[in-house]
């Protein structure tokens, strides 16, 4: 019988499926994170609610402007701006 093209449990998928799975899981965590930020950041509740729906770039800015309205060192803020930049342009996983 002829195959769809893949198989589930393949010498060729099984390792990706845990790195895969490692990334989303960790992806979640960041967008839960931003969640928390904002709950704990914005004191108005419709931006909590605005921001809900926003991209996570869109709430990451955000929440730096927040943080800077909260007169958080520059030194933190820039700290926290090349952490963020340097996971987000990372070319693996780290999975």
Known sequence: MPSAGFELNSKYTDPWVVAIGKFMINFGGVEWL????????????????VAVDM?????????????????????????????????ANRPKCGC
Request: glycine share 0%; aromatic share 6%; proline share 4%.
């Open 34 to 49: 931003t969640f928390l930020w904002l709950e704990t950041l914005a004191k108005d509740e419709i931006l909590k609610d």
């Open 55 to 87: 991209p996570l770039t869109r709430r990451i800015e955000l929440i730096q402007k927040l943080l800077e309205q909260r007169n958080i060192p520059k030194k933190m803020l820039n700290v926290s701006k090349t952490t963020w930049n340097t996971a």
